[in-house]
């Protein structure tokens, strides 16, 4: 089947620290990933996505590399600020499908 | 220019009761998806709409039902409520029907069975 599994949250840390979040997929065809986040109170917003093996998607300091040979696309940022706490949830989704498939979410607490 | 606006925003209803929830997309978007987020979890699909036809659907039982209208909102509906439909409603938007193209959430609706 398909899925996505996310490191298990809740991650706290301190302003200007390096983040990681693990992200691994299974999927039964050739999947695009997506990385979406949740601020609170708010819908989910598409943070960075990634259409095939090697790409790397950017987006706002955050990055994420389509690594096929591993099945991952783990979300990195140098430098995390207060305004990045928020939930993030690691997604696919297959060539020429209508639906995502999104893992549990991490939810990342920046403190100053 | 206006998101994907959805209403109401919270909703308590009692158990085997009927509740409608109403999503307005991207002015230009025939695309939109329905999912259910409960606390914890990700969001998980329940319905598609193209065109004002299902073009896909989740793992959700005949409860769930919904509908696209002319102008390319839609309508998700859920019949005899349980407590375990609790959970925030998301609708998505999308200028196309595959979702390797941008999907625009709204901020859901936040139900509540009791």
């Known amino acids: 089947g398909n899925s996505v599994t996310q490191m298990e949250g809740p991650v706290t840390l301190s302003e200007e620290a390096f983040l990681t979040i693990n992200c691994t997929y299974t999927?039964?065809?050739?999947?695009?990933l997506f990385w979406y986040v949740q601020y609170p109170g708010e819908g989910l917003q598409l943070l960075l996505k990634?259409?095939?093996?090697?790409d790397k998607g950017s987006n706002k300091g955050f990055e994420a590399t389509y690594r096929k040979e591993t099945t991952s696309f783990h979300l990195e940022k140098g430098s995390v600020q207060v305004s990045d706490s928020a939930v993030y949830f690691c997604?696919?989704?297959?060539?020429?499908?209508?639906?995502?498939?999104f893992g549990t979410g991490t939810r990342l607490t920046v403190i100053p | 220019d206006a998101g994907v606006t959805q209403s109401p925003t919270h909703l308590i209803k009692t158990r085997g009761q009927h509740v409608t929830l109403r999503c307005s997309p991207i002015?230009?978007?025939?695309?939109v998806s329905w999912y259910q987020q409960v606390l914890g979890q990700g969001p998980q699909f329940i319905f598609q709409?193209?065109?004002?036809?299902?073009?896909g659907r989740g793992n959700f039982p005949d409860r769930f039902s919904a509908r696209q209208f002319p102008n390319y909102s839609s309508e998700l509906n859920v019949n005899a409520l349980l407590l375990g439909d609790s959970a925030l409603y998301l609708c998505?938007?999308?200028?196309?029907?595959?979702?390797?193209?941008?999907?625009?959430f709204g901020q859901g609706t936040r139900l509540t069975v009791v």
């Open positions: 998505a938007s999308s200028q196309r029907r595959q979702t390797n193209t941008e999907a625009f």
């Open positions: 999927a039964t065809g050739y999947p695009s």
């Open positions: 990634a259409t095939k093996a090697d």
């Open positions: 997604a696919l989704t297959l060539t020429g499908a209508n639906n995502l498939f």
């Open positions: 002015s230009g978007h025939k695309s």
């Open positions: 709409y193209y065109e004002k036809e299902e073009r």
